[in-house]
């Protein structure tokens, strides 16, 4: 069996281009000539979903089922599939990880306002 190295896409035995992106079929450098290429490896993102969980945010849950879904993508042999389901995690990761830094920013920035609101001589102490 032999995969496209840029897309993952299985290709047939005797490809000469990938039918999926067009990129030339090779093998793996270090193999020799005939033994098929490797799939690719891709990076599923539990790492950063797992950070984007423990940050304290609810969107961070999104980007922890993309990453399991890429994971069970890749297994399955979906490596396009897997490709996507990466990027959109990491995307949802981030965005989790960035809405969580400006909350806190903004509590930090409220907190002291609302505490002289509710006890006015309560920082005077």
Known sequence: MMFCMRCGQQLPPEAVFCPNCGQKAETSADAPSGIPAKP????CGFTLAVI???????????????????????QSGDYE?????????????????????????????????????????????
């Not at 690719?40 to 990076?43: L, Q």
């Not at 984007?52 to 890749?74: P, T």
């Open 52 to 74: 984007a969980v423990v940050v304290g945010n609810v969107i961070g849950i999104v980007a922890l089922i993309y990453a399991v879904l890429a994971s069970n993508m890749l």
């Open 81 to 125: 599939g897997a490709r996507r389901a990466a990027r959109t995690g990491k995307i949802w990761s981030w965005t989790a990880i960035i809405f969580s830094a400006a909350a806190l920013c903004l509590g930090m920035l409220i907190l002291p306002r609302l505490v002289e609101l509710i006890a006015p001589g309560l920082t005077e102490i």
């Open 40 to 43: 690719p490896k891709i990076d």
